[in-house]
């Protein structure tokens, strides 16, 4: 545990204005950003002067919107990694076997984000979820790989919250999702349909690192119908396994 002493709270809640955007159709003003972010908006309007003025953020009418040199953020976690020189090369090769989009994620908090993408066939694609997507990790499968192949101490952490309901679909009874967490250990993938989005569903499986804990994981979405068959689910996370194990080494 870091102690607050040395904890700069400036920069903390800098951070906290750029977050306020991830969700933001439209730019955001110092006002709306003060209530998004519950910080005081003279101080708001000092960090977003910062970051004008270092360059993460544009400034027009008065209302702001995140600048290309935000992406320098990523740039470092996605270099070491290797993602454009070999994950994304491999990604496409088991994208273009499953005539699936593939999508990799990692775990942040509650949710899972999206770090790389490879597109299938465009006729397949529902979500139209890129990198920097964001999904809760208890109503998606690439997100339930993620809990199930996590810490057993995160896992009763995360359902001790309320569960929130995108559909009628969505578990939010916590027995309910620790059910399906411990068929998606013993199959070793997610199958999730309709719990995020009508009429579609996912398969996922984990990237595994040490210990038994998932690093990542990469899931496909189609519409509901394409998934029904769990021997056409099986197949189609045997060649995603297939795939993790290759990029095991690299995310």
């Known amino acids: 545990m870091i102690a607050d002493k040395d904890i ?40 977003v002067l910062t970051l004008v003025q270092l360059g993460y953020l544009l400034e027009a009418n008065r209302a702001y919107t995140p600048s290309p040199r935000v992406l320098r953020l990523a740039s470092g976690y996605l ?66 790989v993620l809990l199930a192949f996590s810490e057993p101490g995160e896992i009763e952490r995360i359902l001790a919250e309320p569960t929130a309901a995108y559909t009628p679909a969505t578990k939010t009874d916590p027995d309910a999702v620790l059910a399906d967490l411990a068929t998606t250990r013993a199959r070793g993938f997610a199958h999730v349909t309709g719990e995020y989005e009508p009429g579609v569903a996912s ?10 804990i998932a690093k990542a ?32 080494s690299f995310v």
């Open 8 to 47: 700069s709270l400036t920069f903390m809640k800098g951070m906290e204005v750029l977050e306020a955007f991830e969700h933001a159709a439209t730019p955001l003003t110092i006002p709306e950003l003060s209530r998004a972010t519950g910080i005081n908006r003279s101080v708001t309007r000092r960090l």
């Open 203 to 212: 398969i996922a499986v984990p990237v595994m690192g040490s210990n038994n």
């Open 217 to 248: 994981a990469l899931g496909i979405v189609g519409p509901a119908a394409r998934f029904e068959e769990m021997e056409v689910c099986a197949a189609k996370a045997a060649l995603l396994s297939e795939c993790a194990e290759t990029l095991g």
């Open 79 to 144: 270099k070491e990694r290797q993602f454009g020189r070999t994950v994304q090369p491999v990604m496409a090769a088991y994208s273009k076997r499953l005539g699936d989009a593939i999508s990799l994620a990692v775990r942040d908090g509650t949710d899972a984000i999206y770090v790389a993408y490879s597109p299938g066939d465009p006729a397949l694609i529902t979500s139209g979820f890129s990198i920097g997507s964001r999904l809760p990790l208890t109503a998606t499968a690439i997100g339930r």
